[in-house]
């Protein structure tokens, strides 16, 4: 169990939310009001860091990090491998006299230099050029890892190359949301608004995980190595009595999830909502919105901490898109929503006309967004792990749809018909003379089948995989949006009647991008038909959705707003495909690894001894009726072999793979279209003998020891 220093019991939530964050209330309290001054505007992106200020906050840091029994700082960033990378630094500075003094420059909080020659640079950069700068990003707070090697400082930074190209996830996000801000005030001084001075997206992203027994994690070769059960015969029971959703949450996973809260809290991160999710021992933990790229920071510090916190619990969490087959997998809910800097919601219904008017301008961006990039959104929610969920029937289909509900759906098809929409006033709507009937918060019901729903003042992205950052999904939902608000800017600025522009807009738009929206069951095989005859976008797997990155319409569209260069998509696109390639390599070689060793060697185990057996019933009695025995044996024998003459086939396709090194693109379609496919073929033959061997013999615990164990 949990060693944890904090008593739960009698420790205020407020007394130590924020107390490891070097937030806004620590540097109000420690700066000198000049530089808390010039900081906010940095923040805001008024004016540039200056060393000078630099220098104050390092202090400041320095000091506020010390008192609370830090000896380390480091950079904190989030590099192309999906992961987050820290190198640590002492305080200490030797003097002359043989002591030491505990410094920290503005110099080091703005830039640090870890070696960048082993992080994925997709041709970037080459293997002997070593140099990368990490960037303090000053709109994530500071703040400090407790761990049983003692306390450390962390510094949120971009990270960037000697010659200046983006190798994380953070610098594309700034870059998508300062591209969104500036499209979207053109459109809000175009209607009027001189008030608001930023725009930024917003994130409240869900996190679905599974927790299991790390003793039992220990066993299982798959698990460590690849996320994932590449074995698994269904238990008699799995989720179909649907009693583990939103059901009563056991004491151990309750004491876990309380000591997951408080370290997360202590960090200032919100966390707001958890429950059982469909899956036995699945879970949700959802934050509260925050700007994107702060949401993106803190997603990344939640799926670290619940690993730590529940190895202190004897557990393990599984972040994983489908570490199990036959029930739900995992996703990550990007909840997402545009606001201004003075507290506007611009997708939330009003009750003044021109507040429905902006509504239904920036709506109708969206819409038109997803529309006409839905293989792009796709692409970004694009990994291995996801290609065994979309389209499962439990998450979103791999086909982009949008969900507005019948109540909006309905105003918006009057509206582009040209039929009268009546208004609470009783006349009829006008787009910015009259108003839309009342649209409550609640505007539309909740369609978990849908990919892409608006759900009443922001859009939920389903498809999102659970084990990923958030970075990417946003990067392209940022920039898509902020190309089409750049459109309707220039037809604005450019109107004698801006409103009545506006009404133009709203309903070209939603006619021209109204195949898009679907209500319904995205479940269903009639919309795959139908959403073939509308022309929408369906891409089955990660390879084909990757190769969307280095299509034309994909590099202008980023490069006209400088989210990314040419060449930072291409190196995307190798690095994406490269692990995609080493990925499956991992399990196909771990599958071929428990075959050759656990799986196959049990099995003739327990074949030998059933021979045996039978044997000696024969010769107790050789009227003894025994086909149905032989019969079982009889399959046993077939099954063995069909699994090792299917692992030696999977064997010869690994090998095979290497010959398609000089074509990444034909590499990757050989491992998803063969290695992949073949992978299929050795489980089955595996979980049927598992279904056959005693429990005592098979070699690793089973699924329902995974999931019914806790």
Not at 304 to 324: I, N, Q, W, Y
Not at 612 to 635: C, M, R, W
Not at 649 to 662: I, K, Q, R
Not at 675 to 685: L, P, Q, S
Request: hydrophobic share 40%.
């Amino acid at each position: 169990m949990s060693k944890s220093a904090i008593d739960f019991a009698s420790t205020p939530v407020p007394s130590i939310y924020g107390i490891n964050s070097f937030n806004d209330s620590v540097m109000r309290e420690r700066l000198p009001k000049g530089i808390y001054r010039e900081l906010k505007r940095v923040q805001q992106g008024e004016t540039e860091l200056t060393l000078e200020v630099a220098e104050v906050v390092a202090a400041a840091m320095r000091d506020w990090a010390i008192e609370r029994g830090a000896t380390h700082f480091t950079h904190w960033f989030q590099p192309l491998t999906g992961l987050t990378a820290e190198k640590h630094d002492s305080f200490i500075s030797p003097t002359a006299d043989g002591r030491v003094i505990m410094e920290f420059s503005g110099k080091e909080l703005i830039k640090g230099e870890p070696d960048a020659s082993s992080f994925p640079s997709g041709g970037l950069r080459s293997t002997f050029e070593a140099r990368g700068y990490t960037a303090w990003d000053v709109n994530t707070p500071a703040f400090l890892k407790e761990d049983q090697t003692g306390v450390t400082l962390y510094i949120p930074t971009a990270f960037v190359s000697y010659t200046g190209e983006a190798l994380d996830k953070k610098v594309p996000l700034l870059r998508s949301m300062e591209a969104l801000n500036k499209q979207a005030l053109r459109v809000l001084r175009a209607l009027g608004n001189t008030s608001s001075k930023r725009v930024i997206p917003t994130l409240g992203p869900e996190q679905e995980y599974f927790l299991v027994e790390k003793a039992l994690f220990d066993k299982r070769l798959d698990l460590m190595l690849t996320g994932r059960t590449l074995f698994g015969a269904m238990p008699p029971k799995g989720q179909e009595m649907e009693d583990h959703y939103f059901g009563y949450i056991k004491e151990r996973i309750a004491d876990f999830m309380r000591e997951l809260n408080y370290e997360l809290w202590k960090l200032g991160i919100s966390a707001k909502t958890q429950h059982n999710e469909v899956a036995p021992n699945q879970f949700e933990l959802a934050t509260i919105f925050t700007a994107s790229s702060v949401a993106c920071d803190w997603n990344q510090l939640v799926m670290e901490t619940m690993k730590r916190v529940a190895s202190r619990h004897g557990l393990a969490a599984l972040l994983h898109e489908k570490p199990f087959a036959g029930v739900n997998g995992s996703g990550k809910h990007n909840n997402w929503s545009i606001g201004t800097d003075d507290g506007i919601n611009l997708l939330d219904p009003g009750d003044s006309p021109h507040q429905n008017a902006q509504f239904l301008l920036f709506c109708m961006a969206v819409l038109k967004a997803v529309d006409t990039y839905a293989a792009l959104l796709r692409m970004s929610c694009a990994n291995s792990g996801n290609d065994h969920r979309l389209g499962a029937n439990e998450a979103p289909p791999a086909i982009v749809s949008v969900f507005l509900g019948d109540s909006l759906t309905e105003i918006l098809e009057k509206l582009a018909s040209g039929k009268p929409v009546e208004a609470r006033n009783g006349g009829n709507l006008e787009i910015g003379v009259t108003t839309l009937p009342r649209l409550p918060k609640d505007l539309t019901d909740r369609n978990r089948t849908s990919p892409f729903a608006f759900t009443g003042n922001k859009f939920e992205f389903r498809m999102v995989p659970s084990s990923e950052s958030v970075a990417g999904p946003n990067v392209v939902l940022n920039t898509a949006v902020a190309e089409v608000l750049s459109q309707f800017a220039e037809r604005l600025e450019s109107a004698t009647d801006p409103t009545r522009e506006v009404e133009k807009i709203v309903k070209e738009t939603y006619q021209a991008h109204k195949r898009i929206v679907f209500n319904g069951n995205n479940y269903a095989p009639e919309w795959i038909k139908e959403a073939e005859k509308r022309g929408l976008p369906n891409i089955p797997n990660t390879v084909e959705a990757l190769t969307e990155i280095v299509k034309p319409y994909c590099i202008d569209l980023f490069v006209k707003h400088k989210v990314f260069t040419k060449q930072e998509l291409e190196s995307r696109y190798t690095i994406y495909l490269e692990r995609y390639i080493k990925q499956i390599n991992i399990e196909a070689r771990t599958m071929i690894n428990m075959v050759n060793k656990q799986i196959y060697p049990a099995v003739l185990s327990f074949i030998k001894d059933t021979a045996d057996t039978i044997s000696q019933l024969k010769n107790i009695s050789a009227s003894y009726p025994l086909g149905v025995h032989e019969a079982f044996l009889k399959t046993l024998v077939e099954e063995a072999a069909a699994l090792k003459e299917k692992t030696h086939e999977l064997e010869s396709l690994v090998e095979e793979g290497g010959e398609h090194d000089s074509d990444i693109l034909s590499h990757a379609r050989f491992m998803r279209n063969k290695v992949f496919a073949a992978m299929g073929e050795v489980r089955k033959h595996a979980d049927k003998l598992e279904t056959m061997v005693s429990k005592d013999r098979w070699p690793f615990p089973s699924y329902a020891d995974l999931l019914f164990r806790l």
